[in-house]
Nanobody, 118 residues
Framework: QVQLVESGGGLVQPGGSLRLSCAAS????????MAWYRQAPGKQREVVAR???????IYADSVKGRFTISRNDAKDTVYLQMNSLKPEDTAVYYC????????????WGQGTQVTVSS
């Protein structure tokens, strides 16, 4: 099993920045693709960004140029640097992990709240 724990959420003003962290523990060899999802009130969960073990990074159109996903394998941690935050970025952000080739993410964190408001 793999455990994922997010941190770094909070309240920030529009235009501000936050960095989310996702620390993985347990059977790390089970995952090599990591992603950040978010879910706003009344909306479906959506993918924000993902990163592979080969450092391929894919972003949702809504966050391109503002968010950056990265990984530190020595620390088994994935980050999401969020800049130029907008009120519409307000959501619970989840970290997820899976093995390449599998259709769905098997492992999820508990989520961290990000609120962008003045």
């Amino acid at each position: 099993q793999v455990q994922l724990v997010e941190s770094g959420g909070g309240l920030v003003q529009p235009g501000g920045s936050l960095r989310l962290s996702c620390a993985a523990s347990g059977s790390i060899f089970l995952i090599d693709v990591m992603a950040w999802y978010r879910q706003a009130p009344g909306k479906q969960r959506e993918v924000v960004a993902r990163i592979t073990s080969g450092d391929l990074r894919i972003y949702a159109d809504s966050v391109k140029g503002r968010f950056t996903i990265s990984r530190n394998d020595a620390k088994d941690t994935v980050y999401l640097q969020m800049n130029s935050l907008k009120p519409e970025d307000t959501a619970v952000y989840y970290c997820a992990g899976k093995r390449t080739g599998l259709p769905a993410y098997d492992y999820w964190g508990q989520g961290t709240q990000v609120t962008v408001s003045s």
